[in-house]
């Protein structure tokens, strides 16, 4: 395993003033994660589990602690360099997919590219490529609403993919799907990570957690346990 | 390549919310048109009033009592003003030293001419005027012969005719020694103007001439009996010096004191088109003036237009600004999206504009004029509309918290 870490965190809070109380969402978190590991975070909802994956999608900064991706600092940094480290460095897969309703396939996996300034044919290009690798080719020009659950996570993958980004941040991303087609979605990330990505899985489903490498469970905004995965069910993944 | 991205999303947001956008594009539409309505009538007013000035006669002056374009609440000044009688002019006609070409004339209108059982409709313009005023005011006479002196002296009842007459009521048929009938009296023909063509939709050829002295016994109207004087100077250089002599023999004829202002108007082709200026000046003012107010309307909807499709669009917004987009990117596109909307009402509100100009310049006879500059006005105001309309909006959606914009349903 790598020696520096991508994402370090420690002792990080994150704290909400609600009706001039405060409640803490996070308590003092501390945890390091690696190149190409695949990690899965868990607990119920209400665990803070999404606002620790906001903070690590760089979309939300604690209130206190040290949060570096890749060595920077992420406290430090401001709104705009925030959305650069998001476009450069995070793939988002959401539960809800979160595609634009009224783009094709490749306009929606366009949409990060243009954000950092990549020329229209390479978007393109990039775009169609990273289609075909999850398996979608033959999709293109389909819109959100033209294609299956299934067919529409897969596109929001490959919009995740297509900057080459340093982490897969996925949130619940088999919530809305039936169970064949989420088992196929796990697959997927289990190849993406095989061949070398880094992959952040936020569930609250066991059953989805095992597919992981390394497990972190948190509970009332502190991690309960952080553990390898002794029920190997990505090797299952493999029959 | 992201002004266009954004363009093709304000084409997006018209045809995705057809009726709201095409309803608020209307006012912009409507406050274009009238600029650009103003502006090209204005336009095409003064290439027309330009031509028919020259027409006039190069070194022409006119003593009125009135001026002939009389804008707002003037009148008060020159309700008072006495008539200029035709004594009066005479007169003035026979003080002038510097030149011999002095007309007197007067004019009134409604008049049915006849010919057996032929007649016109009551439209015709009768003028009563000298042997001068053909020379003074470019007319020219293509069959028979002017007035003579004589003829204006003893008040015969003769007639020079324009081409409409000739065409209506003698068809052809010569009619150079025939007589009309006007009001019971008859009238030997004994002229043809050249026609004249028209100015703002009023035929120039629809009009008799009869000897001043005969107009003045039978032809008065009863709303006074003010003559018009028209004069020409013999040359460019002695112009300033009649139009002085001039105004300073009808000063003393009409027992106007030194310090008093002139009680009657002295007209030059500048003076007319000075008029002429303030009038169109008050056109495109109103024009303009209710152009930018319901600009203003247009714009308030623009924004709330605006506001609407960023509430709508605040989940989209947060995927946008989850995969990377900067606050600069949030806000530019949803101004270029206003400037979209605004230009494409603009676009409607020029064309029909336009549209509007032509009907008019047919209607008067005019070469049509577009107005570039108030082309160029439009899609200025129609940017500046969107940036400053679309700006708060837009700056709203860039504000929007990530988090809180993917949560919304």
Redesign the interface.
């Known amino acids: 395993m790598n020696d520096n870490p991508l994402i370090h965190i420690q002792n990080i809070s994150k704290v909400y003033e609600m009706g001039g109380e405060q409640v803490f969402a996070l308590r003092d978190i501390s945890l390091d994660i690696y190149p190409n590991e695949y990690v899965a975070l868990m607990g119920p909802s209400g665990s803070g589990k999404s606002t620790l994956m ?1 903070v690590l ?1 760089c ?2 900064t604690p209130s206190t602690g040290i949060y570096t991706f890749k060595g920077l600092d992420v406290n430090e940094m401001s ?2 360099d925030l ?2 480290i ?3 460095e995070i793939g ?1 897969v ?1 539960q809800t997919f ?3 309703p ?1 783009a094709t396939a490749v306009k929606n996996i366009e ?2 590219l ?3 300034g990549v020329s ?1 044919s390479e978007r393109k290009s990039r775009a169609i490529k990273v289609l075909q690798d999850v398996g979608l080719g033959e999709r293109l020009t389909h819109k959100p609403n033209e294609l299956s659950g299934g067919q529409r996570q897969r596109v929001a993958v490959a ?1 995740a993919l297509v ?1 080459n980004p340093s982490i897969i941040l996925a949130d619940e991303p088999t919530g809305n799907l039936d169970t064949k087609t989420g088992i196929e979605i796990m697959k997927l990330f289990r190849d993406l990570w095989l061949k070398g990505n880094t992959v952040i899985l936020v569930t609250h489903e066991e059953d989805v957690a095992r597919y992981a490498q390394r497990i972190i469970r948190i509970r009332d905004g502190k991690v309960e346990s952080d553990e390898k995965n002794t029920v190997s069910q990505y090797s299952q993944g493999t029959e | ?2 002004i266009l ?1 954004s363009i093709l999303q304000a084409f ?1 947001s018209v045809r ?1 919310n057809t009726l709201r956008t095409i309803l608020t594009l209307l006012s912009i539409s409507i406050g274009i048109f009238s600029i650009i309505g103003a502006g090209s009538a204005v336009a095409t007013l003064d290439s027309a009033v330009n031509t028919q000035l020259v027409a006039m006669g190069e070194n022409s002056f006119m003593i009125r009592r009135t001026p002939t374009i009389n804008i707002g609440n003037s009148w008060r000044k020159y309700r008072n003003r006495k008539d200029i009688t035709y004594a009066q002019a005479k007169e003035f006609k026979n003080n002038i030293e510097s030149t011999d070409l002095i007309s007197i004339s007067d004019e009134t209108d409604g008049y049915t001419a006849k010919v057996g059982n032929l007649s016109t409709d009551p439209d015709i313009s009768l003028i009563g005027c000298d042997e001068n005023f053909f020379t003074i005011k470019n007319m020219q006479i293509i069959e028979g012969r002017s007035f003579s002196a004589q003829e204006v002296l003893s008040a015969t009842s003769t007639a020079i005719i324009g081409n409409d007459i000739v065409l209506k009521l003698f068809n052809g048929r010569k009619a150079i020694g025939e007589y009309l009938t006007l009001k019971n009296q008859q009238f030997l023909i004994v002229g043809i103007l050249k026609s004249q063509g028209s100015m703002f939709g009023k035929s120039l050829d629809n009009q008799i001439m009869i000897p001043i002295s005969t107009f003045m016994r039978y032809h008065t109207d009863e709303w006074g009996s003010s003559v018009d004087i028209t004069g020409q100077a013999y040359s460019k250089q002695s112009f300033l010096q009649t139009v002085d002599e001039s105004i300073g023999t009808m000063r003393s004829l009409r027992n106007v004191k030194p310090w008093e202002d002139n009680s009657f108007e002295i007209e030059t082709n500048e003076t007319i088109s000075n008029q002429f200026a303030s009038f169109t000046g008050y056109l495109s003012m109103f024009g303009i003036a209710s152009g930018i107010i319901s600009l203003l309307a247009a714009g308030v909807g623009i924004m709330n237009i605006m506001l609407v499709s960023v509430k709508e669009r605040t ?2 917004i ?12 949030i806000l530019f596109q949803f101004i270029i999206e206003a400037i979209t909307l605004c230009q494409l009402g603009g676009i409607i509100g020029i064309a029909f504009g336009v549209i509007a100009a032509n009907g008019l310049s047919t209607l008067i006879n005019a070469e049509t004029q577009i107005p570039l500059f108030w082309v160029l006005f439009s899609v200025g105001t129609c940017t500046l509309m969107g940036l400053i309309f679309g700006s708060y909006p837009a700056w709203k959606a860039a504000c929007l918290d ?2 809180e914009a ?1 949560r919304y349903e």
Do not use: C, H, Q, V
Request: a positive charge.
């Open positions: 906001n999608g979309l939300d709104d705009n959305a650069e998001r476009n450069r988002f959401f979160n595609l634009l009224r949409l990060p243009i954000y950092s229209s919009r900057t | 390549m992201n991205e997006e995705s989940r989209e947060g995927i946008r600004k989850a995969i990377g987009a900067k606050k600069n990117w990530p988090i993917l």
